[in-house]
């Protein structure tokens, strides 16, 4: 079994930044895939910024350039951190973190809302 805990996210500011952490513990042998998807008003969910077990890296389009992803591996943990910068209001979103284990199989965060308002 895996474990994911969520931090991060809340009200920013337009134009600020914000970072999310996606922890996973438990059952995993090596490094895991992470894949941040966000959720906004109309409940549609994408795809916003991954990593993959190799460490290849995903964006969407409108990700480049203003989010990154990268990892935070620690004692007994895998972590991956989704930094954000530039932010508008169409970034506001629920955001749920994905992580996929060695052995193929996916596990889903909670998801953390983030609200880009003046």
């Known amino acids: 079994q895996v474990q994911l805990v969520e931090s991060g996210g809340g009200l920013v500011q337009p134009g600020g930044s914000t970072r999310l952490t996606c922890v996973a513990s438990?059952?995993?042998?090596?490094?895991?895939?992470f894949h941040w998807y966000r959720e906004g008003p109309e409940k549609h969910r994408e795809l916003v910024a991954g990593?993959?077990?190799?460490?290849?890296?995903?964006?969407t389009d409108s990700a480049k350039g203003r989010f990154s992803i990268f990892r935070d591996n620690g004692d007994r943990k895998y972590a991956a951190i989704l930094q954000m910068d530039k932010m508008t209001a169409e970034d506001t979103a629920v955001y749920v973190c994905?992580?996929?284990?060695?052995?193929?199989?996916?596990?889903w965060g909670q998801g953390t809302p983030v609200n880009v308002s003046a």
């Open positions: 994905k992580c996929r284990t060695y052995w193929g199989l996916d596990f």
């Open positions: 990593i993959s077990s190799g460490d290849q890296y995903t964006y």
């Open positions: 438990g059952n995993i042998f090596r490094n895991p895939a």
